[in-house]
């Protein structure tokens, strides 16, 4: 069945440092790739999404790029910010034709001052 | 729009106790998902709904975990006898059908079996 696997965390790192959370899924057929975004407390909000091989999804500075050939879907930003602290999901649909979103375990983000 | 609205937000019981987690899905969405999250197993889907049809329940624990959805605008998850391993936050998510594919999520609520 569909699978994501992401790295595990928790990721620290100095405010304004580079982020990058890798992000690599199992899925036959086509999937969509997403990547959500949990802050303390609450539910997990769509960060940015592709739906086709090479597509780059951007958002509030992140940027990821679906990779087909590595099957990879990594996330980065190149300046991180303290209110960027939060847990982060990859995430796929489609894969084998479940409408239902798969889930990666989820990378908790720690920025420091 | 309020967005998706469960209930309660913290629920704390004994062993054995039967427990109901509500959820108002958004207004004209068609698609209804729980999920649960755990340390151990990070989000894992429970079961979701198409126009108020269960799909997909394929990842509820067992026979005690029962969803249902009665109209669009309202959906219940009942566990029959709690056990302590139920322990976790659930998630109610809602989105429109075949569209774009984005889930809105409820706040969760965080569910203490004693």
């Known amino acids: 069945g569909d699978s994501v696997t992401q790295m595990e965390g928790p990721v620290t790192l100095s405010e304004e440092a580079f982020l990058t959370i890798n992000c690599t899924y199992t899925?036959?057929?086509?999937?969509?790739l997403f990547w959500y975004v949990q802050y303390p407390g609450e539910g997990l909000q769509l960060l940015l999404k592709?739906?086709?091989?090479?597509d780059k999804g951007s958002n509030k500075g992140f940027e990821a790029t679906y990779r087909k050939e590595t099957t990879s879907f990594h996330l980065e930003k190149g300046s991180v910010q303290v209110s960027d602290s939060a847990v982060y999901f990859c995430?796929?649909?489609?894969?084998?034709?479940?409408?239902?979103?798969?889930f990666g375990s989820g990378t908790r983000l720690q920025v420091q001052p | 729009d309020a967005g998706v609205i469960q209930s309660p937000r913290h629920e704390v019981t004994e062993m054995g106790q039967e427990v109901t987690l509500r959820c108002k899905p958004i207004?004209?969405?068609?698609?209804l998902f729980w999920y649960r999250q755990t340390m151990m197993r990070g989000l894992e889907l429970l079961i979701y709904?198409?126009?108020?049809?269960?799909?997909?329940d394929s990842g509820m624990p067992e026979d005690r975990f029962s969803a249902k959805m009665p109209n669009a605008s309202f959906s219940t998850l009942k566990i029959q006898p709690s056990e302590p391993r139920d322990s976790a936050v659930y998630f109610c998510?809602?989105?429109?059908?075949?569209?774009?594919?984005?889930?809105?999520f409820g706040s969760g609520t965080q569910l203490s079996v004693l």
């Open positions: 592709a739906t086709k091989a090479d």
């Open positions: 998510a809602s989105k429109l059908q075949g569209g774009d594919e984005k889930l809105f």
């Open positions: 995430a796929l649909s489609g894969g084998t034709g479940r409408r239902a979103l798969t």
């Open positions: 207004s004209g969405h068609n698609s």
């Open positions: 899925a036959t057929g086509y999937p969509s």
């Open positions: 709904f198409n126009n108020n049809v269960p799909i997909d």
